[in-house]
């Protein structure tokens, strides 16, 4: 994850276009994988062939694995191996947001095709230093029609120096209507990890994290962040339309969450009041 001041803003296309260079991958979305998330989350397991997929359970399919030689140090694919990504010379990787919209919903043992593109890359000079940014765009198609639309920022940065003063992380609202306190252990972090094959080691290896990335702990997923909130908004609202996310301050796995909402807004407060996650709900009329 990164700050919000340090991030930029998707500008989404409707649609791909017969122009882009688009990566496809297909999968068989598997009931036991998306059972097993489930059981990860404390939830009840009731996912089948056949099932429709909960928001968000699409980060567990489309694996891009490469043989080890091929990782970078962060243990993610070395950019120029990463087949879509486009190498910026900045070593630290971030997911900083991203927005959805669900046309329709995924099931369960049903084969998926996945369309990625790079809509926007660029280098640019932060406050903290030089910064890369990227935006993905997926498209997910299932039966023939489209199912998922993605935009997925990426926000690339030098390492951490002792003497650059950290970015102060926005306080949360404390005005939520509804509210869960959430845990995250090293063994969720870890079976997250292992279900989304992420191999970021700043979410299972306490040693990188600290002494390499600078953070003061593990780092929860950011994409965990989201589909609790997407779990919880879904709970109080219906099936979703669209939500999006952004990233403003990591979490980490020693610290108790609270999600919130209020109205269409939701967002993560840490124990001691920052801000981690805000995000937005849309409901299908």
């Not at 191996?81 to 630290?92: M, V």
């Not at 660029?122 to 199912?147: A, W, Y």
């Not at 600290?210 to 780092?219: H, I, S």
């Given at each position: ?11 989404p ?12 991958s ?7 994988r ?43 694919p ?7 990504i ?192 805000q995000?937005?709900a849309v409901?299908?009329?």
């Amino acid at each position: 994850m990164t700050y919000a001041q340090d991030t930029a803003s998707p500008s989404p296309s409707p649609s791909l276009s017969s122009t882009d260079t688009v990566f496809r991958s297909t999968d068989v979305m598997d009931p036991a994988r998306s059972a097993a998330l489930q059981v990860a989350l404390g939830l009840e397991p009731g996912i089948s062939a056949g099932s429709e997929l909960p928001p968000f359970f699409h980060q567990l399919y489309f694996w891009t694995p490469v043989p080890p030689e091929q990782l970078g140090r962060d243990g993610h694919p070395g950019r120029s191996n990463s087949g879509l990504i486009p190498d910026l010379g900045l070593p630290r990787r971030m997911w900083a947001g991203g927005r959805l919209q669900f046309e329709h919903p995924l099931k369960a043992g049903v084969t998926a095709e996945k369309h990625s593109v790079v809509e926007q890359s660029e280098r640019k000079s932060g406050r903290t230093g030089p910064l890369g940014f990227v935006t993905l765009r997926h498209e997910i198609h299932q039966e023939g029609q489209l199912c998922v639309r993605e935009w997925h920022d990426l926000v690339y940065r030098e390492d951490p120096s002792p003497k650059t003063p950290k970015p102060v992380p926005p306080q949360a609202r404390v005005d939520e209507e509804e509210a869960r306190q959430v845990n995250f252990s090293s063994t969720l972090l870890f079976r997250y990890s292992a279900l989304t094959f992420n191999g970021h080691r700043i979410h299972y290896d306490l040693d990188y994290a600290c002494e390499v990335e600078g953070y003061a702990g593990l780092v929860v997923h950011g994409p965990l962040l989201a589909q609790q909130l997407m779990l919880l908004a879904e709970e109080l609202m219906g099936p979703l339309a669209e939500f999006s996310f952004r990233a403003t301050a990591p979490l980490m796995h020693f610290e108790a969450a609270t999600l919130c909402c209020k109205g269409r807004d939701l967002w993560v407060r840490a124990p001691d009041g920052r801000q981690c996650m805000q995000a937005q709900a849309v409901p299908k009329t």
